[in-house]
């Protein structure tokens, strides 16, 4: 069992950055892959980023492609977004999730209860 729980959403004018992070614990951490995704009101959850379990290998949606950067540190248990550039339309709510560094939401065992992060036009 792994539980996640993710903070650093909020409101932030468009240009702006956030840092989200995704505290987890339980299985072994440094084991696992881990992922992002983000849910805008009334659209499907989408794939944002994922990280393989040593951060040797990461991967993003086009959409954030440049601008979101993914990374973990394996002795604190928590995997980061950077986001820099931030547009409107990153409003969404942005969830953590564990198990797989695929872009379908079903491939993850896990995931957290979400944060929040609105960007201002």
């Known amino acids: 069992q792994v539980q996640l729980v993710e903070s650093g959403g909020g409101l932030v004018q468009a240009g702006g950055s956030l840092r989200l992070s995704c505290a987890a614990s339980?299985?072994?951490?440094?084991?696992?892959?881990m992922g992002w995704f983000r849910q805008a009101p009334g659209k499907e959850r989408e794939f944002v980023t994922a990280i393989s379990w040593s951060g040797g290998r990461t991967y993003y949606a086009d959409s954030v492609k440049g601008r979101f950067t993914i990374s973990r540190d394996n002795a604190k248990n928590t995997v980061y977004v950077q986001m820099n550039s931030l547009k409107p339309e990153d409003t969404a709510v942005y969830y953590c999730?564990?198990?797989?560094?695929?872009?379908?939401?079903?491939?993850?065992?896990?995931w957290g209860q979400g944060t929040q992060v609105t960007v201002s036009s």
């Open positions: 339980g299985r072994t951490f440094s084991s696992i892959p």
């Open positions: 999730a564990a198990g797989s560094v695929s872009n379908a939401p079903v491939r993850y065992d896990y």
